[in-house]
């Protein structure tokens, strides 16, 4: 099993452009969802989803938009980046929605938006 | 809103001596809770996770309790080694993962 790959691992946009984060898993898992990581902070949630067709809000959604039309693959897409939004972004999986089983997370992606 | 703290914010200590890294938080409601390790510029591995209904979790050096009446879970580490040190993240699962802003340890050989 490669667990939960994310592409690219680093990318930097200018502001205005938009781009999609790549997230796959390999697990069968019901249950994908979306962190960013900030210095001094800790991960927020963006967003999640529980079954293919079915996505949510997290903490921070704003500027960021998902689907999730199949069960392995999660994608997050920036519509109109903004300096705001340089992170580093990290997508994670579970079995299922019913919070009882630790997450999975991929290695992350570095956002530098200029 | 679950809010997720964990103290100190960061930790030096030499070789050999045991690790105490606190974590605490606002809603006991939870499924369980998770303990991740995370290298500079790398991603999270899980370390530990302790369901609801357990008041410890073991693997290897590491022991993790909870407390879920008082809000609090404690990772410890025994006879720490340089390699230990990283920045460790608890995560309170109540439904979502809400994480602490981690405590950076340095183990000092």
């Known amino acids: 099993n490669a667990g939960v790959t994310q592409t690219p691992k680093f990318q930097v946009l200018k502001t205005g452009q938009s781009m999609t984060l790549q997230c796959a898993q390999d697990?069968?898992?019901?249950?994908m969802s979306w962190y960013r990581q900030d210095p001094g902070m800790g991960l927020r949630l963006i967003h999640y989803?529980?079954?293919?067709?079915?996505?949510d809000q997290g903490e921070v959604p704003n500027g960021y938009n998902v689907s999730r039309s199949t069960t392995e693959d999660f994608p997050l897409r920036l519509l109109s980046a903004a300096p705001s939004q340089t992170s580093v972004y990290f997508c994670?999986?579970?079995?299922?929605?019913?919070?009882?089983?630790?997450?999975?997370f991929g290695p992350g992606t570095r956002l530098t938006v200029t | 809103k679950q809010e997720v703290t964990q103290i100190p914010a960061a930790l030096s200590v030499p070789e050999g001596e045991n690790l105490v890294l606190n974590c605490s938080f606002t809603?006991?409601?939870?499924?369980?809770l998770q303990w991740f390790r995370q290298d500079p510029g790398k991603g999270l591995t899980s370390l530990l996770l302790?369901?609801?209904?357990?008041r410890e979790q073991t693997s290897g050096r590491l022991n993790a309790s909870l407390d879920k009446s008082s809000g609090r879970s404690t990772l410890y580490i025994a006879a720490s080694q340089p390699g230990d040190s990283a920045t460790y993240l608890c995560?309170?699962?109540?439904?979502?993962?809400?994480f602490g802003a981690g405590t950076t340890v340095t183990v000092r050989a």
């Open positions: 994670a999986s579970s079995p299922t929605s019913g919070g009882t089983y630790e997450q999975y």
């Open positions: 697990m069968n898992h019901e249950y």
């Open positions: 989803s529980v079954g293919a067709g079915i996505t």
């Open positions: 809603d006991s409601a939870i499924y369980n």
């Open positions: 302790i369901q609801s209904s357990q």
């Open positions: 995560a309170a699962n109540d439904y979502k993962l809400s």
